[in-house]
């Protein structure tokens, strides 16, 4: 086996596990895929075929793809995604992203339509940032297209793919995202529908998407206790109130807070791929 084939095989393994790992938290159930940039071929990714995530199993559930226009390498393979443009077109911006993942997590939908942003009050949750955009298709549909919020086609994809940042909340391009062609928020939420994160890395792409699920679960947990708060009508004077608010991060925390978790994806990884391995359901053979 030649070293080319070895380093595939490895990424395609990795690939299949990322697949299990997000079905196992929560991310993804029945819908929603990964999709990783081809080191050997950065004009190209690959995807799993249309099927469950936590059912992905061998190299042969992987469908190679074409960034320009999101259409298989292989004339024959199987049926893929329809929105493999939310992919194709982010890879297409962002030069240095690498994996992208889409979901329709039901913990954080509410955030796509409710009036209340999706923000960090977790200290792992800092690469949110203090904004998280909300992107809303109805936008961009284009005469002839289906008002069924699936991005189907290049020209949705595209239009999607420029929601993401490539500039701080003052305007000023950041020197980092520049230097590695990546946006400045790797996630954004779609409205209706789900969200979708992009990142260097497989580890950190699983990263962003798990510990937003945490963030959405632990705002929520707190916005209901601070109704509950609210509705038991306790006298309390207006400063006394606002200070009773929920926290969140300030821009410095969550800078600080993600330049010192950014560090520690091999804790993570360890963990949820052990969980994925020794679990019946999810199958490997790559």
Known sequence: MSE??????????TFVTCNHILHKNGILDAYGHISVRNPENPNTFFMSRNMPPALVS?????????????????KNAPRGFIER??????????SGVNVVV????????????????????????GFLGTHVPVWDIADAYCS???????????????????????TDASGAQSRE????????????????????????SLETALF???YTL?????????????????LQGNDQTASETKAEAVVFLSEAEAQHTWAMNKGTMARPWALWSREVEVDPLYRNDV
């Open 85 to 94: 443009y939310i992919h194709s077109e982010i890879m297409k911006r962002f």
């Open 214 to 230: 945490n963030a959405a679960r632990v705002q929520t947990s707190a916005l209901a206790l601070r109704s509950a708060q609210l």
């Open 177 to 200: 995202s520049v230097a590695r062609d990546v946006p400045t928020q790797p996630l954004v939420l779609m409205r209706g529908h789900g969200f979708t994160a992009c990142a260097e």
């Open 102 to 125: 889409h979901a329709h997590t039901p913990d954080i939908l509410p955030f796509t339509i409710a009036p209340v942003p999706l923000r960090p009050a977790i200290h792992m949750a």
């Open 208 to 210: 962003y998407a798990i």
């Open 4 to 13: 080319d084939t070895k380093s595939r095989q490895a990424l395609l393994r």
């Open 144 to 166: 002839g297209d289906k008002p069924d919020l699936l991005v189907r086609n290049a020209s949705l994809g595209q239009a999607f793919a420029a929601a993401y940042p490539a």
């Open 58 to 74: 061998s190299a042969d559930d992987v469908v190679e793809y074409q960034i320009e226009d999101a259409e298989p390498i292989a």
